[in-house]
């Protein structure tokens, strides 16, 4: 199966996704009822997220441009990429909604969202994770079949 | 019904590859192939640009079927 530059750079985000639900977010997991993780510490793990992003972003493109030829974006392109993003933005609106309907139907109980630090910061990552994953898959799924 | 072309056909005549029809048309190969394999619906700009490339009138190149 031969995969074009703009295949390959989808599949780069795909395992980037999966990369980073099981390398990071089982930290957030362990810790999510717990009250005593320091600031300091969440700001050294985001610390470690951004140059692992950094990092893997840098060499796997860069290995993509050397490996590949540089690709002509067309109609085509612009059709997936505005299929693929709707989707992606349904996806942030309904996830939107569920939210506000949880935080106010807590509030009508006089108890609001029982979260910590890092259950924010999970929450947060988790839906990004998803959303990204959902769009990229379908974005490749588009540009194998239409 | 639906939209079908005789790109390949005529693209064959004129003995030009999926490559340099995409490149003198301006879109990647991928497309041509996917307008080929009737998965992709091309703009009517695009149709146009490969009728002008294939020499061809546009009625001969996209038919409804």
Known sequence: ?146 | MKLKNTIKEYRQKKSLTQEELAFKVGVSRQTIISIERYRYKPSLELGMKISMSLEININSLFYLE
């Open chain 1, 1 to 146: 199966m031969a995969l074009s530059k703009k295949e390959i750079s989808i599949l780069i985000e795909i395992v980037f996704s999966i990369a980073f639900a099981f390398i990071f977010l089982p930290y957030f997991y362990e810790n999510l009822d717990n009250n005593l993780v320091l600031m300091d510490d969440l700001i050294v793990k985001i610390i470690e997220i951004v140059i692992f992003s950094v990092i893997y972003f840098s060499v796997a493109y860069s290995l993509l441009g050397f490996f590949k030829k540089t690709e002509t974006k067309d109609e085509r392109d612009d059709m997936i990429n505005s299929k693929s993003y709707k989707l992606g933005y349904l996806l942030h609106e309904f996830f939107l909604f569920i939210f506000i309907g949880t935080l106010s139907s807590n509030f009508k109980n006089q108890e609001l969202l029982n979260l910590t630090d890092v259950g924010i910061i999970f929450l947060i990552f988790i839906l990004l994770i998803f959303i990204s994953f959902v769009k990229s898959s379908y974005q490749l799924y588009l540009h194998r079949t239409s």
